[in-house]
């Protein structure tokens, strides 16, 4: 595929580069649940522009205050999804195995949930 096509937030670097594959649709399920578990984006600008090129970069972190109750082995999910080098993503099948998705009793902080929430209404008003 050579195409350049999505919302700009979920696009993959190598979608900006006109060649890719099935393991952008991996970094956009990173994207997703990093917006999910915090309610901002991992790679964000004020345009279009600048948000692709935060993507170009593909630097993200955990430093908002919502990410202090998110567990590591989520947190690792996360990285292992928006790894940089599509070659070394995991496929979608290697991403179900995690251990974070196989856990059997998840914990749901309730303050982490809210706060996430209201960030993603922020994230969406504007």
Not at 3 to 14: K, L, R
Not at 25 to 37: Q, R
Not at 52 to 59: H, V
């Amino acid at each position: 595929m050579s195409e350049t096509i999505g919302t700009p937030y979920y696009i993959a670097p190598e979608v900006l580069n006109h060649q890719y594959g099935k393991e952008c649709d991996v970094w956009s399920l990173g994207v997703m649940a990093y917006i999910i578990l915090s309610g901002i984006p991992p790679f964000n600008g004020s345009s279009d522009a600048d948000i692709m090129a935060a993507i170009k970069k593909g630097t993200f972190n955990f430093n908002a205050k919502v990410w202090s109750t998110v567990s590591q082995s989520a947190k690792d999910f996360i990285t292992s999804l928006l790894t940089f080098d599509a070659n070394k993503r995991p496929t979608a099948l290697v991403a179900l195995q995690h251990p974070w998705l196989k856990q059997s009793d998840p914990h749901i902080n309730e303050s982490q949930t809210a706060a996430a929430l209201d960030n993603l209404i922020k994230f969406h008003s504007h």
